[in-house]
């Protein structure tokens, strides 16, 4: 596959994309998101992969929707077109877990897309921010909904009335970003942990991320309900007998995703 606005890397058992419009910062337009999508899928069918990073410069990971594009839109343009919002939703539906790594501008739709990941890590340097009432509209990919879930109604009201943003240690104590890393090690870093991720059991990964997110979108009786079923699913594969023959025997686990 050909990609213009994306680079699509494999670094062992994870999946990198690396968001690629250095001169607009990575400004988020159809073609780009389409091609995140494809991407995504690409990884997600690759039995190989067993956890994706996305990233974008050490300037920007996206300063945004591309305004340029939506300019001079109608309201049957955006509706109809559903522009970049449209494929949104795939970073969600990946079963696999999905790690945004973070450096310089994550604002607007750059906020949206890192809050749609599974977890964030960001650079020193990492600022986030919903800045669209500046320009007479509003967040229209989860600011308004990720962002409150993630930092409370307090902060989120205060960045998406305000435009202001927040730098990477706001981001950490508020609880949008899980660590914060010396920018020029972020990459580095990020893969690791991916690494480590990729290397456990994909199926019990796929069950944490999909109990995880349950969390937000049920109960807490739903959820632990939920989690519970899985849980006792997770004693069916093969892999659970091997992780705890393997601690009993004092060796590393060697897992096979059955
Ligand atoms: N769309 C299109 N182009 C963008 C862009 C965006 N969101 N953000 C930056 N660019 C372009 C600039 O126009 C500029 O291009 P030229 O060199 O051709 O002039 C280039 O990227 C570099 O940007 P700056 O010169 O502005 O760089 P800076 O360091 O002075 O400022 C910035 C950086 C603070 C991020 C500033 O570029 C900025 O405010 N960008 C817009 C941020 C924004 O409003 N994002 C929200 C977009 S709306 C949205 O995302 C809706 C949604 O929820 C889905």
């Given at each position: 596959m050909d990609y213009q606005n994306i680079i699509v890397e494999t670094r062992g058992k994870v999946g990198l994309i690396t968001l690629n419009r250095p001169k607009a910062l990575n400004a988020l337009n159809d073609a780009l998101v389409d091609e995140l999508g494809l991407a995504l899928n690409g990884f997600e069918a690759d039995e190989n992969i067993g956890c994706i990073v996305i990233t974008g410069s050490e300037k920007a990971f996206a300063a945004g929707a591309d305004i340029t594009m939506m300019a001079n839109f109608s309201y049957m343009d955006a509706y109809k077109g559903?522009?970049?919002?449209?494929?949104?939703?795939r970073i969600k539906t990946c079963r696999k877990p999905v790690i945004a790594a973070v450096a310089g501008f994550a604002l607007g739709g750059g906020c949206e897309l890192a809050m749609s990941c599974d977890m964030i890590y960001a650079a020193d340097s990492a600022k986030f921010g919903q800045p669209e009432v500046k320009l007479g509209i509003l967040p229209g990919a989860g600011g308004t909904q990720r962002l409150p879930r993630a930092v409370g109604k307090a902060k989120a009201m205060d960045l998406c009335l305000t435009a202001r943003m927040m730098d990477a240690t706001e981001a950490e104590k508020s609880g949008l970003v899980a660590r914060v890393i010396p920018a020029e090690q972020l990459l580095e870093e990020t893969l690791k942990a991916a690494d480590t991720i990729a290397g456990f059991s994909l199926p019990v990964v796929m069950m944490i991320k999909e109990s995880v997110n349950r969390a937000y979108e049920s109960s807490l009786n739903e959820g632990l309900l939920f989690e519970r079923r899985t849980f006792h699913s997770a004693f069916a594969l093969e892999d659970q007998k091997e992780g705890m023959a393997a601690f009993v025997e004092k060796r590393k686990a060697e897992f096979k995703n059955r």
């Open positions: 559903d522009y970049i919002t449209r494929n949104w939703e």
